[in-house]
């Protein structure tokens, strides 16, 4: 046994000898009360599930060698594990070889009981460690869970204990979750050096052992935690963050109170195959861009207007839902695409349709800052964008013809208030009622905005308002859940994933969900729409500013020039949106929440942020704002923490700036082995399996040379409008 100290408290580390000649694993076994210490999950057609209430944890520490050093002579980088360690009901196990686990988990089985009585490990991002243990742990193959090949949530072993994803489930870092949710131990990152080289036989230092000491306790204090806050244990077996919403919301909506109501909107709102298929056409996410008149310059005093809880805001305010099945309806008279009867129609019924267009481009009788349509979303293209036509994704001059699947309010405020073009016929088109989302979804909703809104700052409320706060984020993903998954299935002899060819049609799987299944509750068009009225109110905002004053946007937010200007102009605005929510007493659901310091706080306003003194943009997801003495970046893959250190200031966000290896990015290479490597060193033998190499890498800040082209082009028409600091 080994011993190390956190906070005055002493840890004490076993090992595999002290399982074995010591009493430690019966010890803690009688220190359990079956009664109290034990869950049951509850099953009507098959037999009931115990379960250990403790949220065990299990994580390991890996060494990367690159290739062609060291005992590496391959032409890939390898990773293999080095330490093990465990968290049985708040004692720590450590282990340095695979043969020790194994010998560790029969110990366990039979002296927890575990055939009857399950013991859960939480792992935090169990893909990765999967990767390492797959080949050699007795995995019972029938019980793994993955949404994709890559990405593991779940699985048991032979012994009936179960692996659980709890990166999955809480959709927190551990060293937030540790923060937010630990009531003792949270995780140490500044104790670990990660770049020394350590195996199996490496003796390993107090603050190794400490740091990997404390996150596997860390994690399962910091889940008891979340567990409380969100009301519920192992045995409910909430996979993913989003399953903790779903859960919550479908409670309400399933209620003896709404069940009735609820299924019969569902079967009345069901997609067929070809209405999903547009649906997939459709599916875009929030709209992110900066305005190419100020890519790479240096801009002060910019405003940052805000939307509260624009996606909630729109799922209880909204009354644009398609409410009722899609009935087909041409608008094409005589060849020719009727807008007229199209925008008419739009003012009463939800349209889908899919459009070709021929020649579209920005129009030439104003400037458009942040062009709407994207390249990416038009799912057939005969031609290409000009030599200027192209801004980094979005389409500003098309030559040949696009085929783009257009939601009415998307096509009529942004589509073609931005774009002309030389012809357009509009075919798959489909309308159906529109109308507010059912009355139960909203409450439920609205119970969480409100919840969040009133426990911030609350002290000893901090559970319940991280539960909220988790629950109003969640909710958007919850209704943008696809229906239809790709199958995949483990291939027992290669413990690799594999397509499932024997899996269920698109139409059975749909028929399954909207008219099989006991439990569903939601309509997938419904988060497609949010998604759209999003970037339809995003559009209304951007819409607010002088086009030259609009520099970036970000799915709900926009960065601007002369916030003074628009100070009348977004209080003005805000007084049309709350004027704008009306519906009748029956459907009516509160559109605020009031603060513990009395404040209303109305959702779907336009809330202003703190203007950057300094800004700098090079494109979607790549700029960095100055507020004061804080300075921060905000670049696609690039650690915000450390990487706003290493930049240390807006003068170097500009093209050619290196990232080094420090700044903490890095690449995974999966290795996926047919056969055990034996890896000989001076104080010994271990043996490599699959494995995940991590290895440092860089970034480069840069650009495009067709987007650096197209931005010189235009700040050089434009040069005059320029506000520089």
Request: negative net charge; charged residues 25%; hydrophobic residues 35%.
């Amino acid at each position: 046994m080994k011993e190390v100290k956190y906070k005055g408290v002493d840890i004490n580390i076993y090992d595999i000898e002290d399982c074995k000649n010591s009493s430690i694993l019966v010890d803690i076994y009688s220190s359990i009360d079956l009664e109290k210490d034990i869950v049951v999950q509850k099953h009507r057609r098959y037999d009931d599930e115990y379960f250990y209430k403790y949220p065990c944890s299990f994580d390991t520490e890996t060494t990367t060698v690159l290739e062609h050093t060291a005992w590496n002579i391959s032409d890939e980088p390898v990773g293999f594990t080095y330490l093990y360690q465990f968290n049985l009901f708040g004692s720590v196990f450590m282990f340095r070889q695979e043969t020790e686990v194994m010998q560790f988990l029969e110990m366990v089985s039979k002296i927890f009981v575990t055939s009857k009585y399950c013991i859960v490990w939480y792992v935090h991002n169990l893909s990765y460690e999967w990767q390492f243990i797959k080949d050699w742990l007795n995995i019972n193959i029938d019980s793994v869970f993955a949404t994709e090949k890559r990405k593991i949530v779940s699985f048991k072993t032979e012994y009936n204990m179960a692996f659980r994803c709890s990166y999955r489930l809480t959709n927190m870092n551990l060293e937030k979750l540790t923060q937010d949710y630990s009531k003792f131990y949270v995780k140490e990152k500044e104790i670990m050096d990660y770049d020394l080289y350590r195996d199996p036989f490496t003796e390993l230092d107090d603050n190794t052992l400490l740091y990997s000491a404390l996150d596997v306790l860390g994690l399962s204090d910091a889940l008891q935690g979340f567990m409380q806050a969100n009301s519920f244990t192992v045995k409910d077996n909430r996979p993913t963050s989003t399953s903790i919403v779903r859960h919550a919301v479908r409670e309400v909506m399933l209620s003896k109170k709404y069940r009735q109501q609820t299924k019969d909107v569902i079967r009345r709102t069901a997609l067929d195959e070809n209405l999903y298929k547009i649906m997939l056409d459709l599916k875009a996410g929030g709209n992110t861009h900066a305005n190419r008149e100020y890519v790479g310059l240096k801009l002060g005093n910019l405003g940052h207007g805000d939307f509260t809880s624009s996606y909630p805001y729109q799922m209880i305010c909204s009354n644009a839902y398609p409410m009722f099945k899609f009935k087909e309806h041409s608008f094409m008279k005589d060849n020719v695409f009727d807008y007229a009867e199209y925008y008419s129609l739009s003012k009463k019924y939800c349209i889908i349709a899919r459009f070709e267009i021929l020649n579209p481009r920005l129009r030439k009788d104003k400037y458009v800052p942040i062009p709407y349509l994207s390249l990416s979303r038009c799912f057939s293209q005969s031609g290409a964008c000009t030599q200027l036509g192209y801004d980094n994704g979005r389409i500003i001059n098309f030559k040949g013809s696009i085929k783009v699947a257009f939601y009415d309010l998307e096509f009529i405020h942004c589509f073609m208030e931005q774009y002309e073009f030389d012809g357009i016929s509009c075919y798959d088109s489909y309308i159906a009622y529109k109308g507010f989302l059912p009355t139960s979804l909203r409450q439920a909703v609205f119970s969480y905005y409100e919840k969040k809104t009133e426990l911030k700052g609350v002290v000893g409320a901090e559970y319940e308002y991280m539960k909220s706060k988790n629950c109003v984020n969640g909710i958007f993903g919850m209704c943008y859940t696809d229906p239809i998954r790709e199958v995949i299935q483990l291939n027992p002899e290669t413990m690799l994933f594999e397509d499932d060819t024997s899996a269920l049609s698109i139409q059975e799987q749909l028929d399954d969900y909207y008219y099989s299944k006991r439990t569903t509750f939601l309509a997938y068009q419904w988060g497609s729409y949010t998604a759209m009225l999003g970037r339809v109110a995003l559009q209304s905002m951007i819409d607010l500013f002088d086009p030259h004053d609009v520099v970036y946007c970000d799915t709900d937010s926009c960065f601007f020039l002369h916030p003074e200007k628009y100070v009348e102009v977004i209080a003005n605005y805000n007084k049309k949106l709350l004027a704008r929510y009306k519906c009748n007493t029956a459907e009516y659901v509160k559109n605020y929440a009031t603060t513990k310091k009395g404040i209303d706080k109305y959702l779907g306003v336009i809330d202003m942020e703190d203007n950057a003194d300094i800004f700098v943009t090079l494109g979607a997801k790549k700029y960095c704002q100055q507020i004061k003495d804080s300075f921060e970046i905000t670049i696609a893959g690039v650690p915000k923490k450390t990487g706003s250190k290493i930049m240390a200031n807006p003068d170097n966000f500009k093209c050619g700036f290196l990232f080094d290896e420090e700044c903490g990015k890095k690449r995974l290479i999966y290795n996926d082995s047919e056969s055990v490597q034996r890896v000989t060193v001076p104080q010994g033998t271990f043996n490599i399996y699959s494995n995940v190499a991590m290895v440092k890498t860089t970034y480069k800040l840069d650009i495009t040379d067709k987007f650096e082209a197209l931005v010189k082009y235009t700040q050089d028409i434009y040069e005059n409008s320029f506000y520089f600091k």
